[in-house]
């Protein structure tokens, strides 16, 4: 059989000028595939390289596959796309990772693990491959996110040697197109429940002389960061709502009576005031916390988001309730204020119910508002994943 025309495996190898390593990478990796008997290819992604690297690639025995747009991601996608194999593995072109290393990730695989990580942290790195910024505190700090936020079983949520069940993968809808390719795999596949496994590996240093490195740190750990948080409306909106909505929800009911005192401090109408305003944003920013997740759920995941209990029609009730219960002391105030000839009145007295009701009334029209909305902009598909996001 061969390996070209039915490959088992296909090492997808991203490029861009790395014309001094290449070579020796593409060989590398032909001499392990021949000594362990896989049947396997090798295809280089070349990413737009202004060197030889594309023909020093074909010319070791690799396969080339041009990608003109831009990014690790895209070029990883692309030869992902491309390979003829049931299982894929990948890893860079700049003589960092022994290809060696594969075999146990492989091994990983055909005992059931959808995507078979390696682990840099926990293997061997050698001395001067991870500056100490990348080794002691952006990728543990990259990898303690994604455990707490989408619990990614992972050490080094970062490390780009990996093998992986090239149907499972192209199934989570990928499609970063930078370095943070790397976390949206593993953060889609466990909200997806795919099975992550991992193997410790050696982390060497780039081979490349001195070439200057492709990772960014603080623009592409923000990308990972950015990522993270758009997957996460939660963390992002729904919290940052939640806490003045408490807040002003407590507020309220101290200074809805009349001043409250607290030690040398008294809380006023004007306190009263700023509660309303804070449960106000509170609830928008709640709304939008739930609009995000269902259309992230859908896009992110393609699954049609659960009805759950706030349907229209609930939502349309428990709004107008507010709206009318906000209404209620304004109305009773107008009364009071015709039955005086609609001439000046109390404000100490008057303002409590009329910034109470406004900010309740307030409320009950966002939420008769966000409840149409959300029907309309409803996703119709749905298919067979229904993972829900944090």
Known sequence: MDPTTHPHATFV????????????????????????????????????????????AQAAGAEVLHVPTRGYGSALLAGIREARSPVVVIGDADGSYDFEDALPLLDAVEHGADIAMGTRLRGTIEPGAMPPMHRFVGTPALTLASRLLFRVPVSDINCGLRAMRRDKVLSLGLDSKGMEFASEMLV???????????VPIRYARDRRNGAKPHLRTWRDGWRHL???????????????????????????????????????????????????????????????AMLARRRAQHDLLGAAAPRGFMTLERSLVGGATLLMAGLWPIADLFLEWSRAGFGPLDAGHTLRPVIAG???????????????FRAITEPRSATTRSSPLP
């Open 188 to 198: 889609k596949a466990s909200l997806s429940g795919l099975r992550i496994a991992e």
């Open 358 to 372: 406004a900010a309740v009334a307030i409320i009950g029209t966002q939420v008769i508002l966000f409840a149409f």
């Open 226 to 288: 950015r990522l993270m948080f758009l997957l996460c409306p939660w963390l992002v909106l729904a919290l940052p709502g939640l806490i003045p909505f408490a807040a002003g929800s407590l507020l309220m009911l101290l200074t809805i009576g009349g001043p409250f005192r607290l030690g040398a401090v008294t809380l006023d109408v004007h306190t009263l005031a700023v509660s309303g305003m804070l449960m106000i944003l509170g609830t928008q920013a709640l709304m939008m």
């Open 13 to 56: 190898i991203p490029c861009l000028n790395e014309a001094g390593t290449i070579g020796g990478c593409v060989s590398s990796t032909l001499s392990l595939i021949r000594r362990s008997g896989i049947a396997a290819r090798v295809l280089v992604c070349d990413n737009g390289s202004d060197d030889d690297s594309a023909t020093i």
